[in-house]
């Protein structure tokens, strides 16, 4: 063979020799660069004009976000135009890459992880007032339509957590930011190891600085003065609004120690039932004749099956694939649970609210609930009234988006949250269970059975024999009860146009 000796040994030191020189001066001439960029940019984005580059960016962004500019690439080159214009010359790409970094430096003050900087994010107003802002903004139609996806709205264990919920694909609230800071959030108060920083989470307190006490009239609350229900009478309730979260309501635990035991006893033994769909239903585990509680308590071979129970759904019942109800998909929602829930809707001023339907989660401890929002109802503009009873949870609401930063809250036994008007469409979950801070269903009272309950269950669940199973269960254990209005005002059905 004529020709180069590409067996050579020689030959080969050579190319070799000659590829690391190549590499090296491009190496060298690439780092030159990077340090040359970095050192501008520096330069670049002091906190002066970090500042007028937010500026122009929340005004660009509004009209993006209202469709003005159809394209997030034009909207970078106009905010680059206006900063070249005041002598800052950078490229969009520069403008969109600062305003990553600024994301990056956000999400990690808001969650508390640290973040490893020399001093603190002094951006964090900033870009609070904007998401903010754009959180307060009308709702596009596009939730309406039911063109995103959610999670299952109920909880699983951690071997069968249920998938986190994909970006909704609505345009004008899409892409805020490059970090999808509900779900980090969320993986961050999940995690076992490390254990998460509690400090960050709110406890509701008429001290603590985020919170406001709800001053409702005195007319709101002068009708209910007994104690119905297993609730203390109306005016003992502790009523709080979360600042920074339009719509969201908290209201301190109004259950007596009775009552807690008794819609305790009502979610194991009495909303378990058929015709209540649960989510072991699929898998055949009873027979059309056994009731789940009962099975659990009496055959001492099934005992695992205590922690099968997820959710049950009580009323219309909720179509996980489909995410719509349907009138062929419809028990009779029950009697006691509805008086409850009109009067807490009553006392809070939303007089017109109907319980038409029910969620009922099982947690155990080491359950959670991943990001979703509630968008199913025909109705969104009537509040969602949720629950609490057993183990303490750290429940987070974000925005209309998981592009919003969450907002983590202690919720004990007896807690009630309300989420209406902007915070009714709000992604929200929960994250950990934590081992209760007080157990108020210990202890019983002396308050009065009342009507609109079942008296004979309410006068049992004194009785320490009959309770034990009961508690037995609470004890590690968080049950939630998440009630909706289904229908709009004027319909009779969901046939109904």
Same mark, same amino acid.
């Given at each position: 063979?004529? $020709?180069?000796?590409?067996?050579?040994?020689?030959?080969?030191?050579?190319?070799?020799?000659?590829?690391?020189?190549?590499?090296?001066?491009?190496?060298?001439?690439?780092?030159?660069?990077?340090?040359?960029? !970095?050192?501008?940019?520096?330069?670049?984005?002091?906190?002066?004009?970090?500042?007028?580059?937010?500026?122009?960016?929340k005004k660009y962004f509004e009209l993006w976000r209202k469709g003005k500019i159809n394209k997030k690439?034009?909207?970078?080159?106009?905010? !680059?135009?206006?900063?070249?214009?005041?002598?800052?010359?950078?490229?969009?790409?520069?403008?969109?890459?600062?305003?990553?970094?600024?994301? @990056? $430096?956000?999400?990690?003050?808001?969650?508390?992880?640290?973040?490893?900087?020399?001093?603190?994010?002094i951006f964090k107003n900033e870009l609070s007032e904007l998401y903010m802002e754009t959180l307060t903004?009308?709702?596009?139609?596009?939730?309406?339509?039911?063109?995103?996806?959610?999670?299952?709205?109920?909880?699983?264990?951690?071997?069968?957590?249920?998938?986190?919920?994909? #970006?909704?694909?609505?345009?004008?609230?899409?892409?805020?930011?490059?970090? #999808?800071?509900? @779900?980090?959030?969320?993986?961050?108060?999940?995690?076992? /190891?490390?254990?998460?920083?509690?400090?960050?989470?709110?406890?509701?307190?008429?001290?603590?600085?985020?919170?406001?006490?709800?001053?409702? /009239?005195?007319?709101?609350?002068?009708?209910?003065?007994?104690?119905?229900?297993?609730?203390?009478?109306?005016?003992?309730?502790?009523?709080y609004r979360i600042k920074n979260k339009p719509g969201l309501i908290f209201i301190k635990n109004p259950?007596?120690?009775?009552?807690?035991?008794?819609?305790?006893? @009502?979610?194991?033994?009495?909303?378990?039932?058929?015709?209540?769909?649960?989510?072991?239903?699929?898998?055949?585990?009873?027979?059309?004749?056994?009731?789940?509680?009962?099975?659990?308590?009496?055959?001492?071979?099934?005992?695992?099956?205590?922690?099968?129970?997820?959710?049950?759904?009580?009323?219309?019942?909720?179509?996980?694939?489909?995410?719509?109800?349907?009138?062929?998909?419809?028990?009779?929602?029950?009697?006691?649970?509805?008086?409850?829930?009109?009067?807490?809707?009553?006392?809070?001023?939303?007089?017109?609210?109907?319980?038409?339907? %029910?969620?009922?989660?099982?947690?155990?401890?080491?359950?959670?609930?991943? $990001?979703?929002?509630?968008?199913?109802?025909?109705?969104?503009? !009537?509040?969602?009234?949720?629950?609490?009873?057993?183990?303490?949870?750290?429940?987070?609401?974000?925005?209309?988006?998981?592009?919003?930063? %969450?907002?983590?809250?202690?919720?004990?036994?007896?807690?009630?949250?309300?989420?209406?008007?902007?915070?009714?469409?709000?992604?929200? %979950?929960?994250?950990?269970?934590?081992?209760?801070?007080?157990?108020?269903?210990?202890?019983?009272?002396?308050?009065?059975?009342?009507?609109?309950?079942?008296?004979?269950?309410?006068?049992?669940? /004194?009785?320490?024999?009959?309770?034990?199973?009961?508690?037995?269960?609470?004890?590690?254990?968080?049950?939630?009860? #998440?009630?909706? /209005?289904?229908?709009?005002?004027?319909?009779?059905?969901?046939?109904?146009?």
């Open positions: 063979m004529t $020709g180069t000796n590409f067996g050579s040994s020689s030959f080969l030191v050579r190319i070799k020799i000659l590829t690391h020189i190549c590499t090296n001066i491009f190496g060298m001439s690439l780092s030159i660069k990077e340090e040359q960029e !970095a050192s501008v940019s520096k330069k670049w984005w002091d906190d002066t004009n970090t500042r007028l580059m937010l500026s122009e960016f690439k034009i909207m970078w080159q106009k905010i !680059a135009d206006c900063l070249n214009e005041k002598g800052i010359t950078c490229t969009p790409e520069q403008v969109e890459n600062r305003f990553k970094n600024l994301q @990056r $430096g956000y999400r990690r003050s808001y969650t508390g992880v640290n973040s490893g900087r020399r001093r603190p994010f903004t009308e709702i596009p139609n596009t939730f309406e339509k039911e063109t995103f996806v959610e999670s299952s709205d109920h909880c699983e264990n951690e071997e069968q957590e249920i998938p986190e919920a994909a #970006n909704p694909v609505f345009d004008t609230l899409h892409y805020l930011s490059y970090y #999808n800071m509900f @779900r980090d959030a969320f993986k961050y108060y999940k995690s076992k /190891q490390p254990p998460p920083n509690l400090s960050s989470v709110l406890k509701v307190t008429p001290e603590n600085e985020h919170v406001e006490i709800l001053d409702l /009239q005195e007319s709101e609350r002068s009708h209910y003065n007994e104690t119905v229900l297993g609730v203390v009478p109306s005016k003992e309730w502790k009523i259950f007596t120690p009775n009552g807690q035991r008794y819609w305790i006893s @009502r979610c194991l033994r009495d909303f378990s039932k058929k015709p209540n769909k649960l989510n072991i239903d699929i898998h055949n585990l009873l027979n059309n004749e056994e009731h789940w509680w009962e099975v659990c308590n009496t055959d001492t071979i099934r005992t695992e099956l205590l922690k099968k129970l997820r959710w049950s759904t009580l009323g219309y019942h909720h179509n996980w694939d489909t995410k719509i109800y349907s009138e062929s998909l419809k028990d009779i929602f029950p009697e006691d649970l509805a008086f409850l829930c009109n009067h807490i809707a009553n006392i809070t001023g939303f007089k017109h609210f109907v319980a038409e339907a %029910a969620i009922v989660n099982y947690y155990h401890m080491n359950s959670t609930l991943s $990001g979703h929002t509630d968008h199913s109802e025909k109705n969104l503009d !009537a509040p969602l009234i949720s629950i609490s009873l057993g183990q303490t949870a750290i429940f987070l609401i974000g925005g209309p988006t998981e592009d919003f930063p %969450a907002l983590p809250i202690f919720v004990e036994s007896g807690d009630i949250i309300i989420m209406s008007k902007e915070s009714r469409l709000c992604y929200h %979950a929960v994250p950990k269970i934590l081992p209760a801070f007080t157990k108020p269903w210990i202890e019983c009272d002396n308050y009065n059975v009342t009507d609109n309950i079942d008296g004979d269950l309410y006068t049992k669940c /004194q009785d320490e024999l009959f309770w034990q199973p009961f508690n037995s269960y609470i004890g590690t254990a968080r049950i939630n009860i #998440n009630v909706r /209005q289904v229908l709009r005002p004027g319909q009779c059905s969901l046939n109904d146009e």
